[in-house]
């Protein structure tokens, strides 16, 4: 299982939410590439960064962040937050990113993203779903659709859909540990899913927990930016899988 170090960025820096709120943001460091050395020089590969700012304007505003940690560090970057047209995902590859994370345009706008899956390549995409219960929620997490998390998963699967990652918005940014029982349903139903657990990672015993369930990944912020989990830790994880 790969751990992959989450960064979120307002104004450049980096900071993290609770419970996707703007309101209950706390910085963490001025300088995020800073953060992303400290994540490589622990042996880690990935990292998933989210544009908060984006996210709210909804079109890509943080690229130049993107940029210096992909044009400075070897990680493969997944990039998500306020990718809205085909003109925000080049800004993205662009700009250094491995992967754009997509979320409600998926929801929304299935003709768009099955497009840009068609132009760019579905293994160019890493697909976000926020569940609340087994339903897809979206815009900050504040609307809860019927969309059935087993049913979007499927579809776009058969879009050539590789990776996914699920945040429980119930748990994130709590530190109150993931949702077992969700991703073990979600991996036994789609057992050649390439799946990223997400939210209330708190210890460094849910990361062993979601490895025993079947978790491809696992993405660890907060956790991480409040010392639960350190880098020694991290290290000693990623050393041993």
Not at 41 to 48: C, E, F, P, S
Not at 135 to 143: F, P, Q, R, V
Not at 148 to 159: A, L, P, S
Request: aromatic fraction near 10%; proline fraction near 2%; glycine fraction near 12%.
């Amino acid at each position: 299982m790969v751990i992959i170090p989450a960064i979120d960025i307002i104004d450049g820096k980096c900071v993290r939410l609770t419970q996707g709120d703007y309101q209950q943001k706390k910085i963490y460091n001025e300088n995020p590439l800073e953060v992303a050395k400290t994540f490589e020089d622990a042996g880690l590969k990935r990292l998933h960064l989210v544009d908060l700012d984006g996210a709210k304007a909804g079109a890509v505003q943080n690229w130049k962040v993107l940029e210096a940690i992909a044009g400075n560090t070897s990680l493969v970057i997944d990039f998500g937050g306020g990718i809205k047209t085909a003109g925000d995902v080049d800004i993205v590859f662009n700009a250094g990113a491995a992967l754009a994370t997509i979320g409600s345009i998926a929801v929304k706008e299935e003709y768009t993203f099955v497009q840009w899956l068609q132009h760019y390549g579905a293994d160019k995409f890493l697909l976000g779903a926020d569940v609340k219960g087994e339903k897809i929620a979206i815009g900050g997490w504040l609307e809860t659709t019927d969309v059935d998390i087993y049913h979007f998963i499927e579809k776009y699967m058969g879009h050539g859909v590789q990776q996914l990652f699920c945040t429980d918005v119930s748990k994130d940014g709590k530190l109150e540990g993931p949702s077992i029982e969700l991703y073990s349903n979600i991996i036994n139903r789609f057992p050649s899913l390439h799946f990223i657990a997400s939210g209330g990672v708190a210890t460094i015993d849910d990361l062993y927990a979601l490895q025993k369930i079947g978790c491809t990944g696992a993405i660890v912020g907060k956790a991480i930016y409040e010392n639960r989990i350190s880098i020694e830790e991290l290290r000693s994880f990623h050393a041993g899988n």
